[in-house]
Nanobody, 123 residues
Framework: QVQLTESGGGLVQAGDSLRLSCAASGVTDCDSKMGWYRQAPGKERELVATITRGNRVYYADSVKGRFTISRGNNKNTEYLQMNNLKPEDTAVYLC?????????????????WGKGTLVIVSS
């Protein structure tokens, strides 16, 4: 069974830092693409950052220069270092990954989602 598990959320003050982690299990590899989305109360889900094969990264304009996405050594883990947090960063942060699941008789590649970790930034 494929699972993406996030951790690292919490309540912090404006200007503080947090590091989110996401680990994928039950997959062969998620090397092609992993990313972070967020959804604030009453708002649509928005893309925060992605990292693709070869460590090519993308950031939303709202987080450029403050957030850094990276992978773990096994490439089925990703991190989001968030610095200089602002109240408008308050949201549930969700891990997303395009992963390959290979068995003895099949191979499937598709997107998977974690359940999210809550980040609250107080002013």
């Amino acid at each position: 069974q494929v699972q993406l598990t996030e951790s690292g959320g919490g309540l912090v003050q404006a200007g503080d830092s947090l590091r989110l982690s996401c680990a994928a299990s039950g997959v062969t590899d998620c090397d092609s693409k992993m990313g972070w989305y967020r959804q604030a109360p009453g708002k649509e889900r928005e893309l925060v950052a992605t990292i693709t094969r070869g460590n090519r990264v993308y950031y939303a304009d709202s987080v450029k220069g403050r957030f850094t996405i990276s992978r773990g050594n096994n490439k089925n883990t990703e991190y989001l270092q968030m610095n200089n947090l602002k109240p408008e960063d308050t949201a549930v942060y969700l891990c997303n990954a395009h992963c390959l699941v290979r068995s003895s008789d099949s191979e499937t590649a598709m997107d998977y989602w974690g359940k999210g970790t809550l980040v609250i930034v107080s002013s």
